[in-house]
T-cell receptor, first 113, second 110 residues
Framework: DAGVIQSPRHEVTEMGQEVTLRCKPI?????LFWYRQTMMRGLELLIY????????DSGMPEDRFSAKMPNASFSTLKIQPSEPRDSAVYFC???????????FGPGTRLTVT | SQQGEEDPQALSIQEGENATMNCSYK?????LQWYRQNSGRGLVHLIL?????REKHSGRLRVTLDTSKKSSSLLITASRAADTASYFC??????????FGAGTRLTVKP
């Protein structure tokens, strides 16, 4: 398996624009996680899905953030409208069983100017 | 906060020395995991220790868990420059909720 795939790897956008980050989990993994990492706040869990159903979105910072998982092999994290403080590295991770080993993607480095 | 807390925040050692990092948490856990992150990369799972285990080994890694003190330690023996990275503990609770700590930044000088 190719591992968790994220796209794009880098995104530079202007404030106010919509940003969509994409993730393909490892085949057969039932749980998917979106994280945000910054120097100031460290690694934050934004939302996670079990069997395509959102379980905990308490980490989603604002209504500007939304995440979907339309099927077992694809998830998106959307920010609309984007702000400079959203600049961070966004990671997607998946695991076979919730609470056990997570496999992380390479991340998307987002810069909002 | 439910997440674990690593200690120290940063550690600098010479190649060949041992590195010890600690993680403390506040409520009962199902398991505790250690991850490594190289600069600019995603986290990589190193080792998982269950709540009923006290020690696990994997190569040069040794993890201990003391549930009475709600703490774990990660020991890297005979460190190498390539071990330079950030190390995170992740605690999993009985509802399978898993949280990462802030990490320890390890620098191994050649």
């Amino acid at each position: 398996d190719a591992g968790v795939i994220q796209s794009p790897r880098h995104e530079v956008t202007e404030m106010g624009q919509e940003v969509t980050l994409r993730c393909k989990p490892i085949s057969g993994h039932n749980s998917l996680f979106w994280y945000r990492q910054t120097m100031m706040r460290g690694l934050e869990l934004l939302i996670y899905f079990n069997n395509n159903v959102p379980i905990d979105d308490s980490g989603m910072p604002e209504d500007r953030f939304s995440a979907k998982m339309p099927n077992a092999s694809f998830s998106t994290l959307k920010i609309q409208p984007s702000e400079p403080r959203d600049s961070a590295v966004y990671f997607c991770a998946s695991c076979e069983v919730a609470g056990y080993e997570q496999y992380f993607g390479p991340g998307t480095r987002l810069t909002v100017t | 906060s439910q997440q674990g807390e690593e200690d120290p925040q940063a550690l600098s050692i010479q190649e060949g020395e041992n590195a010890t990092m600690n993680c403390s948490y506040k409520t009962s856990i199902n398991n505790l995991q250690w991850y490594r992150q190289n600069s600019g990369r995603g986290l990589v799972h190193l080792i998982l220790i269950r709540s009923n285990e006290r020690e696990k080994h994997s190569g040069r890694l040794r993890v201990t868990l003391d549930t009475s003190k709600k703490s774990s330690s990660l020991l890297i023996t005979a460190s190498r420059a390539a071990d330079t990275a950030s190390y995170f503990c992740a605690t999993t609770y009985n509802n399978n909720d898993m949280r990462f700590g802030a990490g320890t930044r390890l620098t191994v000088k050649p």
